[in-house]
């Protein structure tokens, strides 16, 4: 009989192995320190756990609401619920500017990037500080309407109220899933199950995506559970899965830090092999065509495995359009530093979300410009917190084929660095929404960027005089076809008139909640007039208009697809049937707090025009 001895010192040091795979691994939640697994004895509640109420909004990329007011605004989750668990359409909520798929079926809609991971979905996020930090044990999301958009949840291990601030900021996924539809609008307590993570947070961010609900959502409050001292679980009660012995365990470190990609990037240490069988037998531009359907890390990735794929994955062909928003957490200086090289010829770049709290500096950001900037025709710069005036400068002089430039929520840039962005005439598409340009600058950027289709300057508060731009607008702006006015608060019926006579080739126009438009100047008739490509018109919550508008509307305006009168009283069953009978190609309308219209007439209208989306909303 042969000894057992050997095989049972195999299985130990096996066993052995496994538990300090665990120990490594203790970031997903299933074992927390080597303590446990040397003392294999069952941990006990060592703190009790604290329950807290998000104490600030810290940053966010998007709201419903006026800059100015609570209503409706990311502000608004902050503190204890005001609304749950009571359901429906409440102001003391927040809610984001956005909802299903109507903005990218409009004109101003953007062409997406390739090579965004499908694991990739948020369109917005909010940062929520709260007083104590913990180890997550819950986060529960109180959603009085419209629920189900909120796709990933991540902790951060910044304190924001602490006067140190640390030299390595780390994001961690609690949770994360793909976007689903909830049947029915009510209230919902959201409470994934989250992952345990290795070091204390206060700093929460919630990312949605709201492509597949009927209406906004509307958030009241985030709650976070936790304990002040790390929880150690139990290794009898914990499970081993075996998948994990054969993975890279590199590549799980490269996953929670801030170099997640930087090793990836730099690695130049190839692997010698005699031949690459027919692979290589294949032509260059087939190879670099397989190639361009891979993720950025996944490219990074294959350019470790030889010489052929490190030439493939190195070559700029493969960066003519690229977007590190989907990293946004482990993006800093040397992410761009070790891009440089391969990013010679890019084109399109989307770092919107990144860099923020040092990730990424003023310096790092003009080094790479200055080598990659000469092609670039778009810049996607969204809630890119670390810009400054110089940043601007230096985009203005790196690129001068720069047709699309979005500062969407940059709300740190000061108002004169916007001066810099009339030195860039070509450009075609301009998005400042919620940033703080002032008058002279927007006038500066109209009267030499000619070439401008698109402008956004959606809650733009430091606008004095909205009807002097809009003059510029008529006399500069001939090729216009998009424009958000959204909540501008001074826009009056001379500047309408100005716009509508100069552009004649606008085809959206977004005039929600502006207050000083009155239907009885005959501003709305005259747009109805002047513009006859108009497919998007939002004249949210202006209660003034009424059915010669929507009559209007009708005889001129034959290719409208989207139309927003969210709140007006004055507005007919009789007249929204002669739009939706001469506008046959009109998707969405949006007859919320219309009052003249009720449940009745929207079901009526619905069975007799079923391919229209009829969004009809309630007062409480």
């Known amino acids: 009989m042969p000894p057992v001895f050997p095989m049972l010192t195999v299985l130990s040091m096996f066993y052995y192995m496994c538990l300090r795979r665990r120990a490594r691994t203790a970031t997903r939640g299933e074992m927390n320190s080597r303590r446990a697994i040397e003392s294999n004895t069952r941990a006990l509640p060592i703190n009790v756990e604290i329950v807290q109420y998000a104490k600030e909004v810290l940053d966010f990329s998007s709201h419903y609401g006026s800059e100015n007011s609570m209503s409706y605004t990311m502000w608004n989750l902050a503190g204890i619920p005001n609304v749950y668990p009571s359901s429906g359409d409440f102001t003391q909520t927040a809610v984001f500017r956005t909802y299903g798929t109507w903005w990218d079926r409009c004109p101003s809609a953007r062409l997406p990037f390739k090579r965004t991971p499908s694991t990739f979905c948020s369109q917005d996020y909010v940062e929520l500080a709260f007083e104590e930090p913990v180890y997550p044990t819950a986060v529960h999301i109180l959603e009085t309407y419209h629920p189900g958009a909120v796709v990933r949840i991540l902790a951060c291990s910044a304190n924001p109220y602490s006067q140190n601030p640390p030299a390595e900021v780390r994001w961690e996924i609690l949770w994360s899933e793909a976007p689903t539809k909830v049947n029915g609008p009510q209230a919902r307590q959201f409470t994934p199950c989250i992952k345990q993570i290795n070091f204390p947070t206060n700093l929460i961010r919630l990312e949605v995506n709201s492509s597949l609900l009927d209406y906004y959502t509307e958030l ?14 139990s290794l009898k009660t914990s499970m081993i899965d075996m998948n994990d012995i054969d993975e890279d365990e590199d590549e799980e470190k490269f996953a929670c830090g801030m170099d997640a990609l930087n090793k990836q990037f730099s690695i130049v240490t190839l692997r010698e092999w005699p031949t690459n069988g027919y692979f290589d037998k294949l032509p260059y531009e087939l ?44 993006i800093n200086d040397t992410s761009l530093e070790h891009l440089q090289s391969r990013c010679t010829l890019i084109q399109w770049l989307n770092l919107s979300w990144t860099g923020n709290r040092g990730a990424i500096s003023v310096s790092g950001f003009s080094r790479f410009l200055k080598v990659c900037g000469s092609e670039l025709v778009r810049l996607e710069l969204s809630c890119g917190h670390f810009l400054n005036e110089t940043c601007l400068e230096v985009i203005t002089e790196m690129c001068p084929n720069l047709q699309e430039l979005n500062l969407s929520s940059c709300d740190k840039i000061p108002p004169q660095a916007f001066n810099h962005i009339a030195k860039v005439g070509s450009l075609k598409r301009l998005i400042l929404y919620r940033t703080k340009v002032e008058q002279t600058a927007l006038l500066s950027i109209l009267n030499f960027c000619s070439e401008l289709q698109h402008l956004s300057l959606g809650s733009c508060v430091m606008i004095e005089d909205y009807d002097l731009i809009a003059s510029m607008m008529g006399a500069k702006c001939k090729k216009l076809r998009s424009l958000d006015l959204w909540r501008c608060k001074n826009i009056t019926e001379s500047g309408i008139a100005e716009l ?23 501003c709305f008739t005259n747009l109805a007039r002047k513009l006859p490509n108009l497919q998007k018109l939002f004249l949210t919550a202006n209660r003034s208009v009424c059915d010669t508008d929507i009559e209007e509307l009708a005889a001129n305006c034959t290719h409208l697809r989207q139309l927003d009168i969210l709140g007006t009283r004055m507005v007919s069953p009789a007249s929204l049937r002669k739009l939706l009978e001469s506008c046959k190609d009109l998707s969405l309308l949006d007859v919320s707090f219309c009052s003249q219209i009720d449940n009745r007439v929207v079901l009526e209208l619905n069975a007799n025009f079923p391919n229209v989306f009829i969004k009809k909303s309630f007062t409480q």
């Open 220 to 233: 009241d409050a985030v709650v976070l559970h936790g304990v002040k001292e790390r929880p150690v679980l």
């Open 287 to 330: 190879i670099q065509l397989i190639l361009s359907h891979l993720t950025v890390p996944d490219l990074c990735r294959l350019a470790q495995t030889c010489k052929l794929l490190y030439q493939h994955c190195c070559d700029p062909l493969q960066y003519i359009h690229l977007s590190l928003q989907p990293y946004w957490a482990r």
């Open 500 to 522: 509508a006579s100069g552009c004649q080739l606008l085809e959206e126009l977004d005039l929600g909640w502006c207050p000083t438009l009155q239907s009885s100047t005959g």
